[in-house]
């Protein structure tokens, strides 16, 4: 399912990344008094009455301003309206309304898109004050008091926007195609791949780095199953993400791999792995997908019988905190191991949506915990009294025990690792919650 996108807009130095760090719960924007801190876009997933979506931060807007920075955060925050559903503005009500805040008004009014006006600043618990009625001269509709500082007026900001998104959200493909991103740096040979499986030059495909401006889809039936193919923009890293079309191109990576299913990150075997490898990677195990690390252009890597191991070996510390991702060496532009990749893929796509019974979950339960003992501390012994599965995609078990203090990260590692042989869960993260019952 793709998340709604909510970007916040406005003037320099009106609150916007305050604002964001309010909704999201946590200090990611920079926060400062002078204008212009946030130049690149920002997002993060926000939750709002168990309903997600992807908000955006933005550089302040400056239309009639000739100074290189400042166009340039204006044409980052274009991009930004152009691509999301719905657009806060967000105005100062102790500056009043400005004539950048009129430029810019106008400029949302051109966009076609659903507009709230957050008047930020409005601290005070009551009635807003008098100033704050001028900002209907926008002729943007209805406004909204808020201080993004204190969190007053965010719920009521947050149900207006959602009044203007759709809740049929859904892909229209149905739930016998598996949706597989291709993911991974610049040139590392997604669009190629997708150009062999597919059998046509569907991408353009060059040896310009960033040559995939979008995420696409590629529908492929073929014996093996059902698939959609999601390519998209390479993800290079932050400090070197310079073209203005290509930071949104990041943003809708992102977007592609929520989508997912099944995340397929590409490496180019004649580089090796690198730090970015590992974020683009990290994303994805953040977002719970199944994984494929499929190490790309092994036709160009001179080999004996032992390179694959060694390389798989040095790969697996790597990507250490994903341990459970299958490596599958392929050339996409030979089509080698191609078929291996479609077997893996039905095969992480099934452990990502498995469901364990809970008499089987618990008989195993019994059998580790009596081979290892739960950690104690001061006297005090873990018990655990069940383990139930509380959703797939990825497998989420909940552990009730008497103190969840007690339940050392260790003992859940321990659990996983059992729990991930014995069903044989390869390609999935697992996900824990661990809930306290008092005897």
Known sequence: MAKPVVAIVGRPNVGKSTLFNKLVGQRISIVEDTPGVTRDRIFSECEW????????????IEPSSDDVILSQM????????????VTILVVDVKSGVTATDQDVASMLQKSGKPVIVCVNKCDNVGSPPADFYEFYN?????????????GHGTGDLLDAVFAHIQEDTQDDYNEDYIKVA????????????????????????????????????TIIENDYGKYV??????????????????????????MAIERADVCVMMIDATEGFTEQDSKIAGYAHEQGKACIIAV?????????DKTMKEFETKLSIDFSFMSY??????????????????????LVAHNNAIRISTGKLNDLLSYITARVQPPSDKGKRLKIYYMTQASTKPPTFVCFCNKAELF??????YIENQIRETFQLTGTPIHFVIRQREE
């Open 229 to 254: 193919f999601i390519d998209t923009a390479g993800i290079r890293k932050r400090s070197k993400v310079l073209e203005k079309i290509e930071h949104y191109s990041v943003l809708r990576a992102y």
């Open 296 to 304: 790309n252009k092994w036709d160009a890597i001179e080999k004996d």
């Open 408 to 413: 050392h990260f260790s003992y859940v590692r």
């Open 138 to 150: 926008l002729g943007l509709g209805e406004i909204y008091p808020v201080s993004s500082v204190h």
């Open 74 to 85: 204006k044409q980052q925050a274009e991009i930004a309206i152009e691509n999301a559903d």
């Open 182 to 217: 291709i993911i991974g740096k610049p040139n590392v040979g997604k669009s190629s791949l997708i150009n062999k499986i597919s059998g046509e030059n569907r991408m353009i495909v060059s040896n310009i780095a960033g040559t995939t401006r979008d995420a696409v889809d």
């Open 49 to 60: 009455l168990n309903r997600r979506f992807l908000l955006v931060d933005t550089g302040g």
């Open 325 to 346: 991702a299958p490596f599958v060496f392929i050339s996409a532009q030979t089509g080698q191991r191609i078929n291996k990749l479609y077997e893996m893929i039905n």
